[in-house]
């Protein structure tokens, strides 16, 4: 059911864990629906240093989390702002239909991060 | 790799002796078992056989046994059947919360037509309450429908007892039998059973063939029209070398059921012991001791089923869950909500079925790979917090 490139990005997660000086935290879903994915960025200069993830969640949850993190790591946060979800889908040679909606949510999960950044940063200016 | 296939709930392998009985009804007793001619006659006289066999298994007689596609089909046949029959009665149903889709959806689709049906609730342990059972009946009461063990998480309910109460009060009792069928003794009988489905695949039989008891007398309308077959109860040419194979496979399961039973309930108790010694934030699910002698379920906290199946996979142990991934729906099983259990805890069950070929080396194989699955996935799950549990 599972692309090749899915069960390897499950099997062997890329930048699993946490990031103690991330200074972007984004999450999405829930556990009542079976799928949390957090991710954490380290941001300089506009570029994403340093990225990772944890997810609770299927296959796919944990799959397209360990993608959205390779497909942005050094890049700009305006480029990484352009991934959606259907990329990282594309990205791993596609997702069976069921989960196309409701475990194809890391970029979602980017998106937040780097927005909680904008945050911090923004807060960080009016100190 | 070693391959551990721990799913027999889902289905078995078909026994070589079945294959071997079936194999002769599929060429040389190939016959029409309506047809007159000696071809016919043998494959009527391989029919009838596997009517003995079967009623032989739960106490009934040959002629109470009709031949369906399979479980689902039986429970169609006794809830629509009985509905439809007894409608100038009344209109009330009694099931429970935790039936197979198959009693279920049956269920709701006489809601639409008018049926009004009561599923009662069960306790943390998935039982039904007879008490329960006795305050929903009514006047207008028709059917009792109530499965004899849960296919999720194996416990056992109470069925000589509603069996007991449905008589006193003319009520008709089908049991959804799919699960126990070769596994429990069952006496239609004693246990004042009307109606009861029962399915082949799960007991090393062939797919695509069930059956449905009926006793003699209780009035069930036929779904289906267009020959003499079943006794105008289930037309169309019977599946001879199915029906021979499931007739086999219900007698063997009946000469091997108190060994087998002690054997399955040592290697299920020793795969549960070693998984809650060894893995630390889990649960069992379903009845700790009035449970099927193969079913193992239980839920590992902070993690989710796909996930947990998919790297069991990896290791060659096939297994099934309960997580909303797995039922093909965005919730998880309807049986572990209704046990209490909530979404968290049921996404991350993890349902182990034993059968005939697994032996005590499978189980050490399984809870020296299920550890390492289990702290992997917890290393990657925001939930849980390298041993800390966080709110």
Known sequence: MYSEKVMDHFMNPRNVGELENANGIGEVGNAKCGDIMRIYIDVEDSIIKDIKFKTFGCGAAIATSSMVTEMVKGKTIDEALKVTNKAVAEALGGLPPVKMHCSNLAADALHKAIENYKQNMQKNTQN | ?391
């Open chain 2, 1 to 391: 790799m070693r391959k551990v296939y721990l799913d027999h709930s889902a289905t078995t392998p078909v026994r070589p002796e079945v294959v071997e009985v079936m194999n002769q009804y599929l060429t040389n007793n190939f016959g029409n078992a309506s047809s007159v001619h000696s071809f016919g006659r043998e494959a009527r006289k391989g029919l009838e056989t596997a009517r003995e066999q079967i009623a032989n298994l739960i106490k009934a007689q040959p002629e109470e046994i009709f031949f369906t596609s399979g479980g689902t089909e039986a429970d169609n046949m006794a809830i629509i059947g009985t509905a439809f029959a007894n409608q100038k009665k009344g209109k009330h149903i009694i099931t429970t919360q935790i039936e197979h889709h198959a009693v279920l959806e049956t269920c709701h689709h006489l809601e639409k037509l008018g049926f009004e049906v009561t599923y009662l609730p069960v306790d943390k342990n998935a039982l039904v309450s007879v008490e329960k059972v006795k305050e929903a009946i009514r006047d207008d009461t028709i059917l009792i429908s109530m499965m004899h063990a849960n296919n999720e998480v194996g416990t056992i309910q109470p069925v000589k007892e509603v069996g007991a109460l449905a008589k006193e009060k003319g009520i008709v009792f089908h049991v959804d039998a799919v699960q126990s069928f070769g596994k429990l003794p069952i006496d239609v009988n004693e246990m004042n059973i009307d109606l009861l489905s029962a399915s082949s695949h799960k007991i090393y039989g062939p797919k695509g063939i069930g059956c449905l008891f009926l006793r003699k007398g209780t009035k069930v309308e036929p779904l289906m029209f267009g020959g003499a077959q079943e006794r105008k109860r289930r037309p169309g040419t019977e599946n001879v070398p199915a029906i021979v194979g499931f007739g086999l496979a219900a007698e063997l399961a009946g000469k091997e059921m108190a060994q087998e039973n002690e054997r399955l309930t040592k290697l299920r108790d020793k795969l549960i012991q070693g998984i809650l010694e060894k893995i630390p934030h889990v649960q069992l699910n379903g009845h700790p001791t009035q449970r099927l002698a193969n079913n193992v379920n239980v839920s590992f906290h902070y993690v989710e089923g796909e996930s947990l199946l998919l790297m069991l996979d990896m290791k060659g142990i096939a297994a099934s869950s309960g997580s909303a991934c797995t039922s093909g729906s965005l919730d998880p099983s309807h049986v572990l909500l209704a046990m209490g259990i909530s979404h968290e805890i049921a996404h991350g069950s993890l349902r182990m079925t034993l059968g005939k070929v697994n032996t005590e080396e499978d189980i050490d194989y399984c809870l020296e790979v299920l550890p390492d699955i289990v702290a992997k996935l917890r290393s990657m799950s925001p939930l849980y917090n390298s041993g800390k549990i966080e709110n």
